[in-house]
């Protein structure tokens, strides 16, 4: 489990992170979202020791992440880069080394992983003569080579097409499911919401939110809900608490004072016969983001 | 989880360091620019060897027409071309034409001194009238141990040698410092490693790999001088040799944590140049130096004190037997303690600018962060 607890840092007088403090858990995507300037990076960076916090701390399981500890981290910065001339194998062999990988370990873990990413047949060559799209798959490489236990990735989806979206996709979703933590940062809102658990939304260098997707959806919801039934809804008006905004014939979305009045409407709903659909509109990430960054 | 995975023990910073001067040198190693320039450089360092023992071996007497009882008096000399000629009239035409450069013939008259007359075309010839002189008892105080012109060549030759290591490599190392910023791999990099591992590892790396040329070229220049047959040469010039490259080992890597340093402060490999140019000078100042004051004692003795010009100063001074036994060593403390203080402020300059992307790092801010 990774926590940042209390981290500020200023760039001379500029304030750019505000006690900003969340949790990435064992096993959880954790969606890093904010708009351009909120933090991201820097938050990144400082988890990597890249940057050294001005107060705050990052904790691993409890203690405070060491160096040593920080080659367990995979990292894919936001800027990207590569040694340009260097041939890709050689270069995911290298960055595995330096991480503390055998030789032997290092290699294997390279052709493996070049496998799963589709760049197999690229591993002669060099970095420069890769096409921007395997660039980036090698660059996601280089953040995995050394098995690492924590994940953090600034934008991993930028720049991929969107075969490579999934192929990368199902590579994080691995990682979480064997229990790594993974924080990644991205503007790609639907990609977010289709793969975090858990979502941190930073804005002004502070954090605005923070907890699993679920539960900030639930509290960004609306009291809207949509039945659909086999017969006319037009009864629905009549129900006590209840609002009708849209109707159309079978169709119907109507906001409840309470929850007991939105399930009354359902129970009588059935008993007037099926009822095919029956559901709370749930906000989408970008409304939700878009609410909680005004 | 991390019990289903083989643990990865972080490698020491030796280890570390290690892993990025080995990159460093494969790197090097595989550019042809690299091995193009070793190349010439070594090239030229036999060739100047070989040209030189050829030169010295050709040296061609001068010519002269001698006409009867004057033979006597040249042949002891063992100074000269000798070209008998019948009469003074056949010698007068072959100094006409240039076939010699002078005739001696009998004198004429019964007080000359020697007995002989000097001809020539145009003006006394110096040399011949040196070499059948007779010149009084000289009494040299203070013999020098080598003699000026074969001091000057040293001089030169060191002075060279490191001025063309030290810039080749000091660019190398510089460019290799931007290309990591430029590229960002800076960032992946700082990640895994201190900072100061990873100067460390590319200062190394360069260092070992100029220590590696000097050690090529000093090798190639003494076979040289041992095969054409200049063991005396050799003799007087070994010992400075061995000590150039020891103050070389030490001084490169002074100036390598300079050019790393500087470098670090620009993003882009335009910049480099200018972001370096005040360690260009450092380097070269003493090879000006020693080109004009290598012939004044003081200004040399200052010069293998002063750790930028220490790793030539020295080494000449030893090839002219002015320095002390114990002067080289105090040197070599003196370089070896500067290069330590100059590679604390280079690493603190380098980790305080290495992230800073876009305009150039001022000096004030890399210090203070």
């Not at chain 1, 940057?51 to 920080?70: E, Y």
Request: net charge negative; aromatic share 6%; hydrophobic share 50%.
């Amino acid at each position: 489990m990774l926590d940042i607890r209390g981290v500020t840092k200023s760039y001379g007088t500029r304030e750019v992170l505000t006690d900003v403090s969340f949790t990435v858990g064992d096993g959880r995507m954790t969606g890093f979202v904010g708009a351009n300037g909120a933090g991201k990076t820097t938050t990144m960076r400082i988890i990597l020791g890249v940057l050294s916090p001005d107060t705050g701390t990052v904790l691993i399981d409890g203690t405070p992440v060491t160096a040593n500890d920080r080659r367990r981290f995979g990292y894919m910065p936001e800027e990207r880069g590569l040694y340009p001339k260097m041939k890709v194998a050689e270069q995911l062999v290298y960055l595995a080394r330096l991480h503390g990988l055998s030789p032997a370990s290092a290699r294997r873990n390279t052709d493996d992983l070049l496998e799963r990413l589709g760049l197999g047949a690229r591993a002669g060559d060099t970095v420069e003569s890769l096409s921007l799209g395997n660039q980036q798959r090698a660059q996601i490489a280089a953040a995995l080579v050394h098995d690492p236990e924590f994940l953090v990735l600034d934008e991993p989806f930028s720049g991929l097409d969107p075969l490579a979206v999934e192929v990368v996709m199902s590579v994080l979703a691995g990682y979480a499911a064997q229990g790594t933590p993974v924080l990644f940062s991205s503007h790609q809102l639907d990609i977010v919401e289709r793969l975090c658990d858990d979502l941190v939304i930073i804005a002004d260098g502070e954090i605005r939110a923070n907890g699993s997707r679920e539960a900030l959806r639930e509290q960004h919801s609306s009291p809207r809900f949509e039945i659909r039934t086999a017969g006319d809804t037009g009864w629905i008006r009549s129900e006590p608490g209840i609002t009708v905004i849209d109707f159309d014939g079978d169709f119907a979305v109507f906001e409840a004072e309470t929850d007991a009045a939105s399930q009354a409407v359902l129970h009588h709903a059935i008993t007037l016969g099926a009822v095919h659909t029956f559901s709370q509109q749930r906000p989408s990430l970008a409304t939700i983001f878009k609410e909680v960054i005004a | 989880m991390s019990t289903t995975r083989p643990v990865h023990t972080a490698p020491t910073f030796a280890q570390s360091v290690w892993l990025v001067s080995n990159r460093e040198i494969t790197a090097r190693l595989r550019s042809k620019s690299f091995l193009i320039a070793t190349g010439i450089l070594l090239l030229i360092s036999v060739a100047s060897v070989i040209v030189g023992s050829l030169v010295s071996q050709n040296e061609s007497l001068t010519k002269v027409a001698v006409v009867g009882t004057a033979i006597s008096v040249v042949e002891q000399t063992e100074a000269f071309d000798i070209v008998e000629s019948d009469t003074v009239t056949d010698a007068e035409a072959l100094v006409r034409d240039g076939t010699v450069d002078a005739a001696v013939v009998p004198s004429d008259s019964a007080d000359s001194l020697l007995g002989i007359t000097v001809i020539a075309l145009d003006s006394a010839p110096i040399d011949v009238l040196g070499t059948l002189s007779v010149s009084p008892d000289v009494k040299i105080l203070e013999p020098a141990s080598q003699d000026g012109f074969l001091a000057y060549l040293v001089a030169i030759g060191f002075g060279i040698i490191f001025l063309m290591s030290a810039t080749t490599f000091g660019a190398t190392i510089a460019q290799s410092v931007v290309e990591e910023k430029q590229t960002r791999i800076v960032e992946i990099l700082m990640s895994t490693i201190s900072v100061r591992a990873l100067l460390a590892g590319k200062v190394l790396g360069n260092s070992l790999m100029a220590f590696g040329q000097i050690v090529s070229i000093g090798l190639l220049v003494s076979i040289g001088l041992a095969v054409t047959g200049q063991r005396v040469l050799l003799a007087d010039v070994g010992p400075a040799i061995v000590w150039f490259a020891v103050f070389f080992a030490f001084g490169f890597v002074l100036l390598a944590a300079l050019y790393a340093a500087t470098a670090s402060m620009v993003s882009r490999q335009e910049d480099v140049g200018s972001a370096t140019s005040p360690v260009l000078f450092l380097v070269m100042i003493p090879y000006f130096m020693v080109v004009f004051f290598n012939d004044n004692p003081l200004v040399l003795a200052i010069m293998s004190y002063v750790p930028f010009s220490a790793p030539v100063g020295m080494p000449v001074r030893i090839f002219l037997g002015d320095a002390e036994w114990w002067e080289p060593v105090l040197s070599l403390i003196v370089l070896a303690l500067s290069t330590m203080v100059v590679i604390l402020i280079g690493s603190r300059i380098y980790s305080n600018a290495l992230l800073r992307m876009g305009a150039r790092v001022s000096l004030r801010e890399a210090l203070h962060k």
